[in-house]
């Protein structure tokens, strides 16, 4: 008699008749289903399974559900958020995770003086260069940690490039950071406010008040630092270079910049304004 056995352990073989009454199908039935091709459906998820698997790993395995779903709509394929993490989680497609907090900053008790909060927790300027954010965090390599001390020197250095990079006129820009020894020190404060930038500062202990640079650094650690573990403060400084300029601004999208890049949401707002001229 006729079996059909494939996928059953050793050994284990039973009549087509025998479990199509036990299914309550017909043979013929059983047989136009078997003989049948995949589903449109089917076939349709298969084709968006490689679209998100390309769009994980082209992202490096940074990108969320919703995220992937952005790529998706960018290149004109329309599908919904609960599909994308459907397929998602049957391909193993999965993002990357937060590490816990270290802190690297600590209170200087003498230092609090003349320092005030300018920003009061609301990360929305009414233009580019209007709030800078500034936070430190550690890397480690084989060779050791990326630099070999945390002195105010660090930030000095962070803030020359900004104000080279960048040129806000004078009293334009605000610089606020936690509390931390490096950004209350006189030298940091004088170098911002020689070139114009006015410091601000949140309270002691509170990360809320510093959510913006909070954020990005819990973004790079989930996304670059905890990936890897380089050879030497060179190549750490090469990848964290890459990942800022040339991923984090130009690709990676954000929601509250309307699903673009920094670089193309700052674009989008210059052409706006030249418009409205």
């Not at 233009?127 to 954010?133: H, T």
């Not at 020359?160 to 960048?166: P, V």
């Amino acid at each position: 008699m006729e079996t059909e056995n494939e996928g059953l352990p050793r050994g284990v073989r039973f009549p087509v008749d025998f479990m199509c009454r036990m299914l309550g199908v017909s043979r013929a039935g059983y047989y136009a289903w078997r003989n049948r091709g995949p589903s449109a459906h089917a076939v349709r998820d298969a084709e968006l399974t490689e679209k998100i698997r390309e769009v994980d790993e082209e992202h490096k395995h940074r990108c969320g559900i919703e995220r992937i779903l952005w790529e998706l709509q960018e290149d004109g394929l329309r599908t919904s958020q609960r599909r994308v993490r459907r397929l998602a989680r049957a391909a193993g497609v999965e993002c990357v995770h937060p590490r816990p907090y270290v802190r690297t900053t600590l209170p200087d008790a003498q230092a609090r003086e003349g320092l005030a909060d300018l920003v009061d927790r609301d990360f929305r300027p009414a233009a580019p260069d209007q709030l800078w954010v500034g936070d430190i965090t550690y890397i480690h390599t084989f060779s050791g940690m990326v630099t070999d001390h945390m002195r105010a020197d660090l930030v000095l250095d962070a803030l020359d490039m900004a104000l080279a990079a960048r040129r806000p006129g004078i009293g334009e820009a605000v610089m606020h950071t936690d509390r931390g020894t490096q950004y209350t020190s006189h030298a940091f404060r004088d170098r911002c406010l020689a070139n114009g930038v006015i410091p601000s500062v949140g309270r002691t202990g509170t990360c809320y008040d510093n959510a913006a640079a909070e954020s990005f650094n819990a973004t790079i650690k989930k996304e670059l630092i905890h990936q890897h573990l380089w050879l030497d403060a060179e190549e750490a400084r090469s990848a964290v270079f890459d990942y800022i300029e040339r991923y984090y601004n130009r690709v990676r999208k954000q929601r509250r910049l309307g699903k673009l890049s920094p670089v193309r949401f700052e674009s989008s707002i210059y052409i706006s304004d030249a418009n409205a001229a």
